[in-house]
């Protein structure tokens, strides 16, 4: 090859470089300045995944103007999970027992959604076998469906064997609550409001779902759970002891597709602006603002589930130790290191351990004299002064779990005394209005 041609070929190598460097740089550009337009499908508008969805959505705007986040009512799981599969939508809620299609990424479990199955207080049912023939209030679409006949399934039961009323959850209500179903299923977390203002009615019973490890076997998105003794109601106890139940985690999904960026950025406000997203949603809702506490990573659990999406993947491992301290060679420093300040470090513990039981006590006496108050309270002012000030308690303890001047333990604790307390309001609340 000639002098002259070898310039040619370097010349035409840089020139070439040279282009590409730009065209990466302006995409890198273009693709930073650009609005990302994102569909979630939430499902429907009472539900507590879209309340929880349009707080999210709320909150990642306010953060991230370059993301719109347009939020769908569905029919449940099974739309939701389609219309990602078919990129009609780049989000989704949906329960983990549905299965999910090639091209949906986890991005995070929201909380754990419970079965929860009941009937007429009058009714002689005990067994979910028991309702063999029975009108059940539910529609037959949606992932709440596809669960109740896994249950079903598993006694030896299927779709023939009962009779569905209602073509929406809101139809189904309607024919419990008028005695045109001998039951009715939902899956729901623990507290849900439609499940409440039934239980309110004083009128129906919930009904235990056992075997839930056995079911597990089959189906590995089902995890063993209780709805603990007055989780409903303390007086009278509804239910009146643990009843065991099956859960299954609720998820929030991203097409494979979508921008990295945006859902690393809507993953970074779900994990770490938990405050903010309880301040969006409405007041009265305490039970839902809790559910925010169990947001979390996935966790791997039997290789079936979708693959972490990888904007949400480069959130989580955002505080990954570097590639050197990863490796072998520097094992022994690492080690004889830790042998030197190990005692430090379970001191430091220990006082940690320390500090966050006195903060968890503070709250609770906090809570335990508003009780008292509440107890001697005789009008509705003083009522509401004393909610408004649980309700702030409330915020100031999730800010503290998430500044880990608090632990999980601890505010476990806390809820149910806070739980306790808002009930002692609402009936005293009752006491006060009959009394005028």
């Known amino acids: 090859m000639s002098k002259?041609?070898?310039h040619r070929v370097v010349r035409l190598v840089i020139v070439t470089a040279s282009l590409g460097f730009i065209s990466w740089l302006a995409f890198v550009l273009w693709q930073g300045?650009?609005?990302q337009h994102l569909t979630l499908a939430a499902g429907t508008s009472?539900?507590?995944s879209y309340i929880l969805s349009n707080a999210l959505r709320t909150v990642v705007e306010r953060h991230y103007p370059r993301i719109r986040i347009s939020l769908l009512e569905t029919g449940g799981s099974v739309e939701n999970l389609q219309m990602l599969e078919e990129g009609r939508a780049q989000l989704a809620t949906a329960q983990a027992d549905v299965t999910a299609g090639p091209r949906a990424a986890l991005v995070a479990v929201l909380y754990d959604d419970t079965f929860q199955l009941l009937v007429p207080a009058s009714s002689q049912v005990q067994k979910i076998v028991e309702l063999r023939g029975k009108r059940i209030a539910l529609a037959q679409t949606g992932g709440q469906f596809q669960s109740f006949l896994r249950v079903a399934e598993h006694y030896g039961l299927g779709q023939a064997d009962f009779q569905f009323v209602g073509r929406s959850d809101t139809d189904a209500d309607d024919a419990f609550s008028r005695g045109k179903a001998d039951a009715i299923f939902r899956v729901r977390a623990i507290g849900n409001p439609s499940i409440q203002r039934l239980v309110q009615s004083g009128q129906v019973r919930f009904v235990a779902i056992g075997q839930a490890p056995a079911m597990k076997i089959s189906h590995p998105a089902f995890l063993p759970a209780v709805i603990p003794e007055g989780a409903y109601s303390g007086n009278p106890s509804v239910p009146p002891q643990d009843l065991p139940t099956v859960a299954v985690h609720r998820t929030l999904l991203a097409r494979d597709t979508a921008?990295?960026?945006a859902i690393r950025a809507i993953t970074e406000v779900l994990i770490g602006r938990r405050q903010e997203i309880m301040q969006e949603i409405p007041a009265g809702m305490t039970e839902l603002r809790l559910l925010l506490v169990q947001t979390r990573r996935p966790e791997p659990q039997t290789g079936t589930e979708p693959l972490p999406h990888p904007g949400a993947l480069s959130?989580?491992?955002?505080d990954k130790p570097s590639?050197?301290?990863?490796?072998?060679?520097?094992?022994?420093l690492i080690l004889t290191v830790g042998i030197m300040i190990g005692s430090w470090i379970w001191e430091l513990n220990r006082w940690m351990q320390r500090k966050q039981k006195n903060t968890a006590d503070h709250y609770s006496n906090?809570?335990?004299g508003l009780m008292s108050a509440a107890q001697k309270a005789g009008s509705n002012p003083e009522l509401e002064a004393i909610w408004n000030e649980l309700l702030t308690i409330l915020t100031e303890v999730v800010h503290d779990l998430d500044s880990d001047k608090l632990s999980e333990e601890s505010f476990h604790?806390?809820?149910a005394i806070l739980q306790i307390a808002m009930e002692v309001v609402r009936d005293r609340r009752t006491i006060v209005d009959i009394a005028r």
């Open 4 to 6: 002259l041609d070898t």
């Open 33 to 35: 300045s650009r609005t």
């Open 46 to 48: 009472t539900g507590d």
């Open 259 to 261: 921008d990295a960026a």
């Open 315 to 318: 959130f989580y491992n955002k």
């Open 323 to 332: 590639f050197l301290l990863a490796h072998a060679d520097y094992a022994g």
């Open 366 to 368: 906090r809570v335990v």
């Open 413 to 415: 604790s806390f809820r």
